[in-house]
């Protein structure tokens, strides 16, 4: 059983930056993606960023321009850089994993990020 462990959340305030780590019990190169979601109080979890296996990455449109997500082959690891956060970037952040092979997403536990105004 894959895990993820989730580090780095915790109250920020508005304009503040926030580093988001999530490092996998398993060879992230295994993934086919790797990625940061998030949901907010009565929402439905959205995706924020992910990167695929070579690099390719992919941004929601209220990430892009001040979120960056990186993938460490070497420790298993993605980064979620994170600036100028806003009120309403406040959520819990999952880490998530997938794979093709057996179309599956693998979870973090979720750090919460409250961003104070």
């Known amino acids: 059983q894959v895990q993820l462990v989730e580090s780095g959340g915790g109250l920020v305030q508005a304009g503040g930056p926030l580093r988001l780590s999530c490092t996998a019990s398993d060879s992230v190169i295994r993934f086919n993606f790797m990625g940061w979601y998030r949901q907010a109080p009565g929402k439905q979890r959205e995706l924020v960023a992910d990167?695929?296996?070579?690099?390719?990455?992919n941004y929601a449109d209220s990430a892009k321009g001040r979120f960056t997500i990186s993938r460490d082959n070497g420790r298993n690891t993605v980064v979620l850089q994170m600036i100028s956060l806003k009120p309403e970037d406040t959520a819990v952040y999952y880490c998530?994993?997938?794979?093709?092979?057996?179309?599956?997403?693998?979870w973090g536990q979720g750090p919460q990020v409250p961003v104070s105004s």
């Open positions: 990167v695929g296996r070579y690099g390719t990455t």
């Open positions: 998530s994993a997938y794979l093709y092979s057996n179309d599956y997403n693998y």
